[in-house]
């Protein structure tokens, strides 16, 4: 399987040069050359559990990975999840299923691409006897995601930067208590808005970059969407007969890469009925998928910090799609989009996508409603997709994070304070972080005393 650019000006790479390079040389992003059709494998998959299931996947798109080390790269990757199905699927009530996804190191959905993304890169280290450094940006979840991708791992070391006292203190120690050598959290004195920033001038040095064999840790890497293909595969074999072909898949999504990889995986030949775009206040997707029109608004800081984003990246591969993967259209969309900030979209497939909005207002009631209804507690981000669900029609709710995450909100909305024994240990390790100015020089002489 070769990887094309949605910007159409870079020539196709393998797998594994796609993975590294992140973006596509010509800004677009990589998407596979062609989606496979599943369709008939899908009675022989059904039993299947998770860890094989993946291998299977992703040897479709992994080409250039030998069979057994994309085996032994996917078994370490969910080894570190805390249940054996990795992403198991609940049922609440007739017809209405929860798809946790939390049960990673990180108790974040994020852990599902990232961990894969980590035993990636390490094992193309080893392979090419070189060493990777990576670099990112974190308003939390990400960042503690990714350092707990590259962790201890050979080869490797990453930094992540990240707005001083505007993480959660958890979220910070998940990052600075690792106690691995090769993981750097940096507190910057400054916005996220700044991280990214510095980030953006380090990365446009091509001497630097290529110096530290510089690698970004963002949304846009095809080997995450990929992952995320997978536990919908997973949940929708897994769901009864007579419900597979009505039921919904709802989806707490920002940066649409969640959402998008559910819908690749429709494109494949799984007959999923469709998805409902769950956003928070930050609603640029409800507003594209009620009225057509993609307008970048300014972000509104949310309870759903994770969902708090007003320019979807992943959107492009969408739009990839729906423009008939056109490379020179999409440019022309992105080139108006960056000048005017909005785009009108008429392409999009509007039965296949619902989409519904939920307020800072009512986050809290909505994680109240549900705890009643069902003695279930929801995180802020699965609770947008709560509100609103429909419940004439079977659901998929993905619930992207663990709610002990969140204390203080869920404490506010129900009285009570979930907790979960990786969180507790945490308050009781030491944390190793920088605190550092948000300048371009002084964080590049930080990287170049710790490079590996
Ligand atoms: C990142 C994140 C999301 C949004 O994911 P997208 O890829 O932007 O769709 C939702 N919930 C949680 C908890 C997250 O960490």
């Given at each position: 399987?070769?990887?094309v650019?949605?910007?159409g000006l870079?020539?196709?790479?393998g ?9 596509a040389p010509?800004?677009?992003l990589?998407?596979p050359?062609f989606?496979?059709d599943?369709s008939?494998e899908l009675?022989a998959?059904?039993?299947l ?8 996947f ?8 030998p ?5 032994e790269v996917?078994a370490?990757?969910?080894?570190a999840f805390d249940r054996?199905e ?6 609440l009530s007739?017809?209405?299923h929860?798809?946790e996804?939390?049960?990673?190191p ?8 990232l961990?894969?993304l ?5 094992r193309?280290?080893?392979?090419r ?7 990112g940006?974190?308003?939390g979840?990400t960042g ?6 590259l962790?201890?791992k ?5 930094f992540i ?7 959660s ?13 090769n993981?750097?959290?940096l507190?910057l004195?400054g916005?996220?808005?700044?991280a990214?920033a510095?980030?953006?001038a380090?990365?446009?040095?091509g ?8 690698s970004a ?7 995450r969407?990929?992952a995320?293909?997978?536990?919908y595969?997973?949940?929708w074999?897994?769901l009864p007969?007579?419900?597979r ?11 649409f890469g969640n959402v998008l990889?559910?819908?690749?995986l429709?494109k494949?030949?799984?007959?999923i ?10 609603d640029?997707?409800?507003?594209l998928?009620t009225?057509?029109d993609?307008?970048?608004g300014?972000?509104?800081?949310s ?7 007003q ?8 739009m990839?799609y729906s ?5 020179d259209?999409?440019?022309a969309?992105?080139?108006?989009i960056a000048s005017k ?7 999009f497939?509007?039965?296949t996508?619902?989409?519904?909005r939920?307020?800072d207002?009512e986050?809290?009631?909505v994680i109240?409603?549900?705890y009643r209804?069902?003695?279930y507690i929801v995180d802020p981000?699965?609770?947008c997709?709560?509100?609103g ?13 663990h ?5 203080e909100?869920i404490?506010a909305?129900?009285g009570?304070?979930?907790?979960h024994?990786?969180l ?6 030491p944390?190793?972080?920088h605190?550092?100015?948000?300048d371009?020089?002084?964080i590049r002489g930080?990287?170049e005393?710790?490079?590996i």
């Amino acid at each position: 399987m070769r990887y094309v650019s949605t910007r159409g000006l870079a020539p196709p790479v393998g797998f594994s040069e796609a993975v590294a390079a992140g973006l596509a040389p010509d800004g677009g992003l990589f998407v596979p050359e062609f989606l496979p059709d599943l369709s008939g494998e899908l009675a022989a998959l059904g039993a299947l559990p998770y860890p094989e299931l993946c291998a299977r996947f992703l040897g479709r798109f992994a080409t250039d990975i030998p069979a057994p080390e994309l085996g032994e790269v996917v078994a370490r990757s969910y080894g570190a999840f805390d249940r054996p199905e990795v992403a198991p699927l609940l049922e609440l009530s007739g017809g209405l299923h929860v798809l946790e996804l939390f049960h990673g190191p990180t108790l974040a959905f994020k852990d599902l691409a990232l961990q894969l993304l980590g035993n990636l890169y390490a094992r193309q280290c080893a392979v090419r006897g070189e060493t990777i450094n990576v670099l990112g940006a974190t308003s939390g979840d990400t960042g503690a995601a990714a350092i707990h991708g590259l962790s201890g791992k050979t080869g490797t070391a990453i930094f992540i930067l990240y707005p001083d006292g505007r993480v959660s203190p958890l979220q910070e120690r998940q990052m600075a208590c690792t106690g691995a050598a090769n993981v750097h959290a940096l507190a910057l004195s400054g916005s996220f808005d700044d991280a990214q920033a510095v980030l953006k001038a380090l990365f446009a040095d091509g001497a630097f970059r290529s110096r530290h064999r510089l690698s970004a840790v963002n949304s846009i890497n095809i080997a995450r969407i990929l992952a995320q293909c997978v536990y919908y595969l997973h949940a929708w074999l897994r769901l009864p007969a007579a419900e597979r072909r009505t039921a919904e898949f709802v989806v707490p999504t920002g940066n649409f890469g969640n959402v998008l990889a559910g819908w690749m995986l429709q494109k494949m030949g799984v007959p999923i009925h469709g998805f409902r775009v769950a956003t928070n206040q930050n609603d640029i997707l409800h507003r594209l998928f009620t009225s057509g029109d993609y307008q970048v608004g300014a972000v509104r800081p949310s309870l759903a910090p994770s969902m708090d984003i007003q320019v979807a990246s992943n959107f492009e591969r969408f739009m990839y799609y729906s423009l008939g993967r056109d490379g020179d259209r999409v440019r022309a969309v992105m080139a108006e989009i960056a000048s005017k900030g909005r785009y009108r979209f008429s392409g999009f497939d509007r039965d296949t996508f619902s989409s519904s909005r939920c307020t800072d207002a009512e986050i809290p009631e909505v994680i109240r409603q549900v705890y009643r209804a069902y003695g279930y507690i929801v995180d802020p981000h699965t609770a947008c997709a709560f509100k609103g669900l429909d419940p004439s029609r079977p659901s998929v709710v993905l619930a992207t994070a663990h709610p002990a995450k969140f204390p203080e909100t869920i404490r506010a909305a129900i009285g009570v304070e979930p907790t979960h024994p990786s969180l507790e240990a945490l308050k009781g390790l030491p944390m190793v972080r920088h605190k550092i100015v948000a300048d371009a020089a002084a964080i590049r002489g930080f990287i170049e005393s710790r490079a590996i």
